[in-house]
C-alpha cells in the first residue's frame, strides 16, 4: 500500500468524525425539530422513508430499524413511488425525505402528492431555501463541510452524518415509546442476536 493511501484512509476517518460530531451541534441547536419529529414518528401508524442513491440507502435501512422498533415502516424508491407506490401513503402517516439539495428532481413528486394526502413529511437537507425544507412539516438541518474523498464528490460524510441522525432518532424513538429488548427478542428470534435475547 503506497504510504499516502494511509494518509488519506486516516484523513477520511477524521473527516466523518467531524460530519458527525456537526450533528451533535446543529441537533442541540434546533432540538424543538428534533422533539417534534421524535414525537411524530412515535405516534403515527406508518412510516415512509424515501430518497435517491446513498441517501436512500440510508433511508432504507432507517426504514428496516424502525420496524426492528416496532415502529410500521417502509422504504419507498422515488421511482416506485412516480408508478403507484404512493398508494402506500395515507393521511396522517409520516413521510421522511432525505435530499441534502433539497431538490432532488424524484422526490418532488412524492413531497406533492404526500402534502396532498395529508401526510406529514420530515424534510432532512442542508438547503433551507429548497422546495424540500419549504414544504416540509418538521425540517432536520445537516450541513457537511467536505466529503472526505480527495474529491469532495463521493457520498461518503455525508452518508455517515445521515446514518448518525437516523440512529439519533432510533435512540430517542425507543426511549419515547418504552421500548424493550423482551419486544425485540419476539421480532428477531434468528441469529446469535435471537439466541442471546430469547435465552
Same mark, same amino acid.
Given at each position: 500500500?503506497?504510504?499516502n493511501?494511509?494518509?488519506?484512509? !486516516?484523513?477520511?476517518?477524521?473527516?466523518?468524525?467531524?460530519?458527525?460530531?456537526?450533528?451533535?451541534?446543529?441537533?442541540?441547536?434546533?432540538?424543538?425539530?428534533?422533539?417534534?419529529?421524535?414525537?411524530?414518528?412515535?405516534?403515527?401508524?406508518?412510516?415512509?422513508?424515501?430518497?435517491?442513491?446513498?441517501?436512500?440507502?440510508?433511508?432504507?435501512?432507517?426504514? *428496516?430499524?424502525?420496524?426492528?422498533?416496532?415502529?410500521?415502516?417502509q422504504?419507498?424508491?422515488?421511482?416506485?413511488?412516480? *408508478?403507484?407506490?404512493?398508494?402506500?401513503? !395515507?393521511?396522517?402517516?409520516v413521510?421522511?425525505?432525505?435530499?441534502?439539495?433539497?431538490?432532488?428532481?424524484?422526490l418532488?413528486?412524492?413531497?406533492?402528492?404526500?402534502?396532498?394526502?395529508?401526510?406529514?413529511?420530515i424534510?432532512?437537507t442542508?438547503?433551507?431555501?429548497?422546495?424540500?425544507?419549504?414544504?416540509?412539516?418538521?425540517v432536520?438541518?445537516? *450541513?457537511?463541510?467536505?466529503?472526505?474523498?480527495k474529491?469532495?464528490? !463521493?457520498?461518503?460524510?455525508?452518508?455517515?452524518?445521515?446514518?448518525?441522525?437516523?440512529d439519533?432518532?432510533?435512540?430517542?424513538?425507543?426511549?419515547?415509546?418504552?421500548?424493550?429488548?423482551?419486544?425485540?427478542?419476539?421480532?428477531?428470534?434468528?441469529?446469535?442476536?435471537?439466541?442471546?435475547?430469547?435465552?
Amino acid at each position: 500500500m503506497l504510504e499516502n493511501a494511509f494518509k488519506m484512509a !486516516q484523513r477520511s476517518l477524521e473527516i466523518e468524525r467531524k460530519a458527525v460530531e456537526d450533528v451533535l451541534s446543529y441537533l442541540e441547536k434546533d432540538k424543538e425539530a428534533f422533539g417534534k419529529a421524535v414525537d411524530a414518528l412515535s405516534k403515527c401508524d406508518r412510516i415512509i422513508t424515501s430518497a435517491s442513491g446513498s441517501s436512500g440507502i440510508a433511508a432504507k435501512k432507517f426504514a *428496516h430499524t424502525l420496524c426492528c422498533i416496532e415502529r410500521p415502516a417502509q422504504f419507498l424508491p422515488p421511482c416506485e413511488a412516480m *408508478h403507484g407506490g404512493l398508494g402506500a401513503v !395515507q393521511k396522517g402517516n409520516v413521510v421522511v425525505l432525505v435530499s441534502r439539495g433539497g431538490k432532488t428532481g424524484e422526490l418532488l413528486p412524492v413531497l406533492d402528492v404526500a402534502l396532498k394526502k395529508e401526510a406529514i413529511v420530515i424534510g432532512i437537507t442542508e438547503n433551507m431555501e429548497s422546495p424540500i425544507a419549504r414544504h416540509s412539516d418538521i425540517v432536520l438541518p445537516m *450541513h457537511i463541510e467536505q466529503e472526505s474523498d480527495k474529491y469532495n464528490m !463521493q457520498a461518503t460524510a455525508s452518508y455517515i452524518a445521515t446514518v448518525a441522525l437516523f440512529d439519533a432518532l432510533i435512540c430517542a424513538i425507543m426511549e419515547e415509546t418504552d421500548y424493550r429488548k423482551e419486544q425485540f427478542g419476539l421480532i428477531h428470534p434468528g441469529g446469535a442476536v435471537g439466541e442471546r435475547l430469547n435465552h
